[in-house]
């Protein structure tokens, strides 16, 4: 006899360490135990269902059949002499199993408004003596089912996340790939998602921006994370600047080289707040405290502005621009005094490639004093380099 108290506490406990809904554990105990049945007294290829009552502990079984016709299953048992096989790609029908399926005719006779398609129950004979190998087919088959139900849980959970700021420990590091405790599952921030430079200890809690959320894949659930992409300074901005959570500071471009530098544009949707300001907080405490979780990456924060010339020279910030000139095809001059040219290009050509990017116009830096000369490294190209979410991931995933 079934212990049903004990049973209830061993299916509560199952569903809150899993995460599960209790009807889902107990779908699943019903499916292994229908699975038991058919081992041991069904027939084969029948479709075996169980309904069990928690409350009183009675199970009962039934043979489920789809109500079909010659339009939804193959009738003949084998294939004729001279019959054409189907062309690949041309739908296939299933074969007609007197086990699983009945006729449209016959299952007129036992329910009067019976449908295509439609599933008939056939009670069969109450059982509760199973044998060993019944037993085992049951505890895969209850495994197999929680194993599903949790990683269906999972994925709705963090797909909710997905685009958004997670915070786990890092648990192991393998070639270069970091594994992170979430939880309820174990993400991975692929090597070419860590911020150049940054080290990373086991046991450490750090947070990480969520790209995707690979439901197909073999494992649990594949929670696929990174810190070096540009909206995870984004994410973090929204989370340290009220004005920007609240969308009264709104972020129009963002480019970033990760583990160097980053450029982000902001606007204010309400007449008289700064945006720059609001984002750069007092003494500079909230920049600094996003600044700090990338690993003292420098962020310059600018003005947005629809005017071309005015959003090129703020671009270049923390240079001081003398001058914009507009040219044909997105291009531009930047004129900057002889003390401003060195901070204008920057390290290797850094600032004005970040400004480029993130303008989406070709920059070219030159001195006020020889605007002629082509400076080393004043010219960047407007490429703007969309975040391949997709390709990204499915590269990495390869790979590992």
């Known amino acids: 006899m079934v212990d049903l108290k004990l049973l209830n506490r061993l299916i509560e406990q199952i569903a809150e360490e899993k995460g599960l809904e209790k009807e889902n554990v107990i779908s699943a105990i019903e499916d292994a135990i229908a699975a038991a049945y058919k081992k041991e007294y069904g027939e084969r290829g029948a ?39 189907p062309e690949s790609g041309e739908e296939v029908l299933p074969r007609y199993n007197p086990e699983r399926h009945i006729l449209l005719k016959e299952a007129g006779e036992i329910k009067k408004d019976a449908q295509l398609g439609e599933e008939i129950l056939f009670p069969l004979e109450e059982q509760q003596d199973f044998g060993r190998i019944a037993a085992q087919v049951a505890k895969q088959v209850i495994l197999q089912k929680l194993r599903e139900a949790e990683k269906t849980s999972i994925i709705e959970e963090f797909k909710n996340k997905e685009g958004g700021i997670v915070s786990g420990i890092i648990q192991r590091i393998e070639r270069g790939n970091v594994y992170v405790n979430l939880g309820r599952v174990t993400g991975v921030m692929f090597f070419n998602e860590t911020i150049p430079g940054e080290f990373y200890k086991i046991g450490e809690r750090k947070r990480f921006y969520l790209l995707a959320v690979q439901g197909e894949t073999k494992k649990l659930a594949g929670i696929v994370l990174s810190r070096m992409h540009p909206y995870f300074v984004t994410k973090l901005f929204e989370m340290e600047v009220p004005e920007v959570h609240d969308g009264v500071v709104e972020i129009k471009a963002i480019n970033r080289e990760a583990g160097s530098r980053t450029k982000i544009a902001v606007a204010s949707n309400i007449e008289g707040v700064d945006p720059v300001g609001s984002c750069i907080g007092q003494k500079g405490i909230r920049v600094m405290t996003v600044s700090d979780e990338l690993g003292q990456e420098k962020i310059d924060v600018i003005s ?85 979410t997709e390709e990204k991931v499915e590269g990495t995933s390869k790979k590992e």
Do not use: H
Request: proline share 4%; charged share 35%.
């Open 47 to 85: 479709w075996i269902k169980c309904e069990f009552n928690l409350k009183t502990g009675e199970m009962k079984f039934f043979k489920a059949k789809t109500v079909v016709d010659e339009t939804t299953v193959k009738m003949i048992e084998e294939q004729k002499e001279g019959e054409q096989k």
């Open 304 to 388: 947005w502005a629809e005017e071309p010339a005015k959003f090129i020279a703020a671009s270049l910030s923390p240079a001081k621009v003398r001058s914009v000139e507009i040219l044909p095809r997105r291009e531009a001059l930047v004129y900057v005094p002889d003390d401003q040219l060195s901070l204008a290009i920057g390290k290797g050509g850094q600032n004005v490639r970040l400004a480029a990017k993130l303008t989406g116009w070709k920059i070219d830096v030159r001195s006020v004093s020889k605007p002629e000369k082509i400076q080393e490294g004043g010219v960047a190209e407007a490429i703007v380099e969309e975040a391949k």
